[in-house]
């Protein structure tokens, strides 16, 4: 009897294939398969959010208490132009506009007919143009259900990152979150152009609607590419275009701010 | 950001990685290769009982860590099934590694028998560690 003394086969134990081959494979078919799963759930969530009742989304309220640093509820103050508003719009919410202890300048619509403003915003508002007009934006959002199909859409997106977990599913997101920001990119350029409906016809006048907006602006505008808003000077200009083809005025005096108490 | 934190990762994981698999495959074949006259085998009892003048337990160990680039192919196996061909090789690598370690514990040994491989595991559990596997290899090294 002999020990044979042949070296192990290398062959067997791994496949030949490149480990970049492989990996190049996997990292296309999981963009097909999410971007597959991605437009699909975008349909049930479109029809659910077209089809939810006032009701219905005030239950929804009730379920997801967000949770913020709230320096004040229900202003009254950006309630009476709320109010005003209101009687353009025609929206299905009781609105109610919330502030918000936070620095950075921003605003957006919840369930329910909930507006939060942040302290940082309102600190930048001139005058009560300004206030309505941002008013006015978050109720294009109302209209057009963006509140219910933002809150779908990140649902999804969180449901993916759990899927894949951990690190990888963190960057699969950003991925997504490119198509969601072309799309998120409209919704906003859409409110907008409520925004300016509603303020007309409430006010009788845009003035100084896109004032705050170019004030914002930096002049840069290649950081919005994967951001949920477009840059502030396409805002602006096609703000402009839009109160140049209605025949908006802009010449009647801006009212000034009341006392909005913070 | 989180992208291009991921995406350096990646490179760096598949640099190193790939680089210190080649180096360790050619390290591994160039001993085997001076082994392979050390009969290595599982056999319980030894052939010729009666001829030995001493044996003794021998021992090799080996802990190796993925890398991000190997654990990315893994995580995206895990959604569509398949063999996750980046941890067959590491180990594959462990196990030969740990195996040449007891060869080497085993001296001027005649032959060793009774060869037994264990996996314990450090790591297990933890979601945010990369991940290591650790093989111990063992055996009764006889000397004629």
Redesign the interface.
Known sequence: MKYNTTLPDDSVNFSSEHPLALAFKLTISLLLFAALAYFLLGFIINYAVDTITPTQEKKLESMLSIDMNLTQKDNPYLSTIADKLSKCAHLPYDIKIHIIDENQANAFAAPGGNIYVTQGMIKQVKNENELAFIIGHEFGHFKNKDHLRTMGYKLVLSMFGMLIGNDFGMAANNILHLGDAKYSQKAELEADEFGLDVMNCAYGSVTDATKMFERMDDGDEWKYFMATHPGFSTRVSKMKEKILNDGMDTHKKAIPLGNIAL | M??YF??I?LVLG?GFG?YAEKKH?TSI?KR??NF??L?T?MLKKP?HPEEIKEYKLVGGNVVLSIDY?KK??A???N??GG?I??Y??IL?RAR?EAILRMKEDAGDAS?IINLRIETSSISKNS??SVGSIEVYAYGTAIYR
């Open positions: 989180d992208i991921f995406l990762l598949y790939t495959f074949r085997e290769e392979k006259e009969p085998i052939l680039f990315f192919i995580s995206l196996v959604i569509f063999s061909s980046s067959e090789t594959d030969r032959e979601n945010r």
